[in-house]
């Protein structure tokens, strides 16, 4: 079986993607879980507790955020 993990990794994610959630839209049947919402813009790199999936905040930060 094809370690399919490889590909969600590393996601980059930007403003428009807030508020950021995982799984994302389109996600593949097997990588759905419970939806969780994640704070990237705090460290600026969050990784989600279902799946281990990596987002990294590329790009301006959003006006009104802390």
């Known amino acids: 079986m ?3 993990q490889d ?3 590393r996601i980059d ?3 428009k993607d807030l508020p950021l ?3 994302q839209p389109g996600a593949p049947l097997w990588a759905r ?3 969780v919402f994640l704070d990237v813009l705090h460290e600026g ?3 989600c507790p279902y799946c281990s999936a990596t987002y990294v905040f590329t790009g301006e930060r959003p ?3 802390h």
């Open 45 to 47: 790199e969050v990784s």
């Open 13 to 15: 994610v930007t403003a």
């Open 7 to 9: 590909a969600f990794r």
């Open 2 to 4: 094809a370690d399919n």
């Open 21 to 23: 959630h995982c799984p």
């Open 33 to 35: 879980h419970p939806r």
């Open 63 to 65: 006006k009104g955020h």
